[in-house]
């Protein structure tokens, strides 16, 4: 069962935008912490930016102002709204729930490619 879906990728010029969706099942409505993470090519996966239940977020530096996360929402979806990307934003990005018994679950990611 796929508790956790990402959408939203796709291919986009320097400068533009993305809206990432994640969906996450009935199953994983309670969680505990939520966020986004990516992977590029030959390099470690890395965090873009965690929520809290109670809506504490945090930011990898490289994003800090242009990336917002929208996790505090009751219909189980996640958004990360992503502006003035940058080529090195290039990656697949992925979803995570943590449960309130530390449990992770992870989606299948999404390509982004950012063109120069």
């Known amino acids: 069962v796929q508790h956790v879906m990402e959408s939203g990728g796709g291919l986009v010029q320097a400068g533009g935008s993305l809206r990432l969706s994640c969906i996450r099942s009935e199953y994983l409505h309670n969680f505990y912490v939520m966020g986004w993470y990516r992977q590029a090519p030959g390099k470690r996966r890395e965090m873009v930016v965690t929520?809290?239940?109670?809506?504490?977020?945090n930011y990898a530096d490289s994003v800090k102002g242009r990336f917002t996360i929208d996790g505090a929402r009751a219909d189980n979806t996640m958004y990360l709204q992503m502006n003035n990307l940058r080529p090195e934003d290039t990656a697949v990005y992925y979803c995570?729930?943590?449960?309130?018994?530390?449990?992770?679950?992870w989606g299948q990611g999404t390509q982004i490619t950012v063109s120069s």
């Open positions: 995570k729930v943590v449960t309130n018994q530390q449990l992770a679950y």
């Open positions: 929520v809290t239940a109670n809506g504490v977020t």
